[in-house]
């Protein structure tokens, strides 16, 4: 059964991103287990692109290290698998897999998201698919019990409520225009964005994109049901390489404790 829910089952959610193979599988894992240790309530894993038309330099960068590393689809959902099928101690947390359309499509969309079912991966995020064209991905999503995600950005003004009403799993709302990044202060009224959501849907919605700090976190988190980082955690594992599942569980820690 799908489990998304409970990412927000007990308080505010915290959603951290990752990278699948920067700088290695290895790696990831150790960092993907650091973040459940320290607090996450659900994981983004970040499927390597070529092409990251959503992402800013920081994750643009981590998808390349992480292609030249070698990293494929098939490799990621034999970690996934290890993660979810360790005898001593599996990992049981919700986890969603974030990458773009045109990965689902070539690897065969029924093949793809039917093996997210069989890894236990929860939900599917596809930030380059339009609302009005989901609708071939999301027949097989329902057919497997994987929730594909919807996105709602500050420029999506009259379509929110049509959105809203369709969501599965969690909505993912982009508190800031342009690609992902760091940036200092978000000017976007999430408020009424969130406001507009919750008038027309009772699924959970957390919002992403550019909130490095603890405060921020807190303060996102306090209007909607959640926070997602991704750039932050990514700068992290650049600069401490294979050695950053520490770092990372540590500045998890930190964000968690912001949002109780």
């Known amino acids: 059964m799908n489990n998304i829910k409970n990412a927000f089952a007990n308080g ?26 320290n607090g996450a309530d659900l994981i983004e894993l970040g499927i390597p692109f070529s092409d990251p038309t959503a992402e800013g330099p920081v994750i643009q960068e981590a998808n390349l290290r992480a292609l030249s590393g070698g990293v494929t689809t098939d490799k990621i959902f034999d970690m996934v698998r290890e ?65 594909l995600v919807s996105l709602i950005a500050p420029t999506s003004e009259n379509r929110i409520a049509m ?23 978000i000017n976007t009224d999430i408020a009424s964005l969130v406001k507009l959501v919750r008038e027309n849907s009772s699924v959970p919605c957390a919002v992403g994109f550019d909130i490095p700090t603890p405060e921020q976190a ?38 968690k404790d912001a949002l109780r």
């Open 12 to 37: 505010k959610a915290f959603i951290p991103f990752i990278t699948c193979g920067d700088p290695d599988l290895d790696t990831t894992k150790e960092i993907i287990r650091a973040m459940a240790a």
């Open 83 to 147: 993660l979810r099928r360790d005898t001593e101690n599996p990992l049981v947390l919700p986890m969603v897999f974030m990458t773009y359309a045109n990965v689902v499509f070539s690897y065969g969309a029924d093949k793809f998201i039917g093996t997210c079912a069989e890894i236990g991966i929860d939900g599917l995020i596809l930030p380059d698919l339009p609302f009005e064209e989901k609708e071939e991905f999301n027949e097989i999503c329902q057919k497997y019990d994987v929730d």
């Open 163 to 185: 959105i809203a009403k369709e969501a599965k799993g969690f909505i993912y709302i982009v508190s800031s225009l342009g690609v992902t990044g760091v940036r200092n202060e």
């Open 218 to 255: 807190a303060k996102m988190a306090g209007i909607s049901d959640g926070a997602i980082v991704g750039s932050a955690i990514i700068k992290l594992v650049a600069q401490y390489g294979k050695d950053a599942a520490g770092p990372v569980g540590e500045y998890v820690k930190k964000m």
